[in-house]
């Protein structure tokens, strides 16, 4: 009793505190908040607004350039849109089942080579092969330079994701539970599949979220081994849309008459922010079906791990 009143008065937090905490919360809260609300903001401001009167949380003359500008290029977009919703639908999907698997055989003591690949997967968390080896293994070995697979395969199986299952799984699935099952004549893929993969919703929505993230922001894989424009992901897409923009504002005095006058009517900040916007909205939408399962998946893992 008194070693359990000693905890209490240890870990009892004293008013003051909790005020300061609660402060500090929702100081950060805000600094997560407040750009994204000024991105908005921007991305229905007018543009002679904007130069006149610089960014404000408020728009000062609401104007829809900025959409309006990205409506005008929905031939392109909505094609990357599809591969960008393809690509993070099967390469999340792929990862879940590949990091799952792997991480169920690693959690296994049993298995005579775990402590090997335990290593094997660790190492490469910390150090890697580099750009170039990685270059060389997906054109020349694999061969899936300007395919769709390009965007999906690299980023399938990470080893954060590995240890994650891994832990999970050895914390959380009684061994009784899988012997019993052996007992009973069940394959390793039977258990897996039937037992063990139900039960893990909170670990496969953590690695679902991280990965769905990894896939739809991803860009520089599309830059790096993509040619054809109808491969492009949305993220690639929009990035090369901006980078258009910038080099049309940067070079207005190589450009006739009629050009520079259509460079000075275009929208060019408020189409930027709209860009953000357009990236940023599907997957963040997405997130709040992700944060219940999202949040126990990495505390069972963190705290019994």
Known sequence: MKQANAILSFTR?????????NIL??????????PLILVVAVSFSAEQSLQQFGYRLLPRAFSLEGY????????????AVGVSVFVTACGTALGVVLNSLMGYVLSRREYKLRKFFVWFVFIPMIFNGG???SY???TQLLRLRDTIWVLIVPLAVSSFHVILCKTFFRATIPDSLIESAKIDGASQLRIFFSIVFPLSLPVLATIGLFMSFAYWNDWFTAMLYIDSPHLYSLQAYLNRLLADINYLAQNAALLGVSQAQLLASMPKEAARMAIVVLAVLPIACAYPFFQRYFVSGLTIGAIKG
Not at 13 to 21: Q, R, S, V, Y
């Open 13 to 21: 937090i004293t008013p003051l505190t909790n005020i300061f905490f």
């Open 25 to 34: 919360m929702i100081a950060l809260c805000l600094a997560c908040l407040i």
């Open 68 to 79: 309006a500008y990205l409506y005008k290029q929905k031939e392109t977009i909505l094609p």
């Open 131 to 133: 750009l170039v080896a």
């Open 136 to 138: 060389f293994i997906n």
